[in-house]
């Protein structure tokens, strides 16, 4: 599986995003001590791993410690290497999003303007990850169960509204 990984840091002269390669990691500490080495000074650090065109897996250490998780879903741990690494110790899965009907079975006006669900999408770990910072749980779940979402959009959408956008883009066109 082919994979990138942006790390997003927030120091004190704002935000930053640079390329981490993922390559021979072993474990999720050693994904973490990479995070770490970004920006040792990070108030927030965010790792973006985009895999396949298919998965998205999001770390967060806030101040070097306490590593928090996200999966947008949970067959990458089955399906790759680096996803076991990433989500193999979390073990429930997030609640099945919502369907397309309201709470009737009717389809709302409201509903209709939004992109259809991918069905197949079990999303895992902490979708509050961050919700402080601008990207509440709601709306990560809700982006990751949008059909034909790539993880670059996802990741691209994530930054813009936590507002690390140009500093992703920038890394991108690198």
Avoid: K
């Avoid at 290497?81 to 397309?100: C, F, H, K, Y």
């Avoid at 709306?139 to 509204?161: F, H």
């Amino acid at each position: 599986m082919s994979h990138f990984a942006a790390a997003v840091t927030r120091g004190a002269d704002g935000w930053a995003a640079t390329e981490l390669d993922l390559s021979g990691v072993a474990d999720i500490e050693e994904i973490t001590d990479r995070l770490r080495d970004a920006d040792p000074e990070a108030s927030v650090s965010l790792l973006f791993v985009e895999s396949d065109d298919a998965y998205l897996a999001i770390l967060r250490l806030d101040e070097g410690e306490d590593l928090r998780v996200f999966g947008s879903d949970s067959v990458f741990a089955e399906e790759s290497r680096l996803g076991a690494i990433l989500l193999g110790d979390i073990e429930d899965t997030l609640p099945e999003l919502a369907g397309e009907d309201g709470e009737d079975g009717e389809a709302s006006d409201e509903d209709e303007d939004r992109p259809s669900a991918e069905p197949d999408v079990e999303p895992v770990g902490d979708s509050e990850l961050l919700a402080d910072l601008g990207m509440p749980g709601g709306r990560l779940l809700e982006l990751c169960s949008q059909e034909g979402m790539l993880p670059a959009d996802l990741t691209a959408e994530i930054c813009q509204a936590i507002g690390a956008g140009d500093e992703i883009e920038e890394m991108r066109e690198v």
